[in-house]
């Protein structure tokens, strides 16, 4: 998996680099037990801090998207496609239930980026 950030970016580098691999997990790129880089090696390779990375791993540690341990590093959490599949069947009924109700898909974005802020 290939990382990028953006200095001049309004986003966070460690937020960027969490947006990242959470993107890799639902699409699929990154599948249960990958292992992700090493902190150091991936904050060599984008020119960060390695604390930016250590943090970036954290908040998807906290978030239970990996595996976070000491000498074995940070893999996505083996158990993650049973919640991914528990998850899309919550979208598909929310797609559904905001279709029923007359709700464009534009529309229910739009409540969701709402809710979420």
């Known amino acids: 998996m290939w990382?990028?950030?953006?200095?001049?970016?309004p986003v966070g580098l460690a937020d960027q680099i969490a947006n990242q691999v959470r993107g890799a997990v639902v699409s699929g790129q990154l599948k249960p037990a990958d292992k992700l880089?090493?902190?150091?090696?991936?904050?060599?390779?984008?020119?960060v801090n390695m604390h930016t990375v250590l943090r970036?791993?954290?908040?998807?540690?906290?978030?239970g998207l990996i595996?976070?341990?000491?000498?074995r590093g940070a893999q996505v959490r083996a158990t993650?496609?049973?919640?991914?599949v528990d998850l899309n069947q919550q979208i598909r009924a929310l797609v559904d239930a905001a279709s029923r109700l007359g709700?464009?898909?534009t529309q229910l974005l739009h409540h969701i980026e709402t809710v979420s802020t």
């Open 3 to 9: 990382f990028s950030v953006d200095p001049d970016s």
């Open 37 to 47: 880089p090493p902190a150091r090696d991936l904050a060599a390779g984008l020119d």
């Open 56 to 63: 970036a791993y954290a908040a998807l540690r906290d978030q």
């Open 67 to 71: 595996d976070l341990r000491r000498g």
């Open 80 to 84: 993650l496609n049973r919640d991914l």
């Open 103 to 105: 709700i464009t898909r």
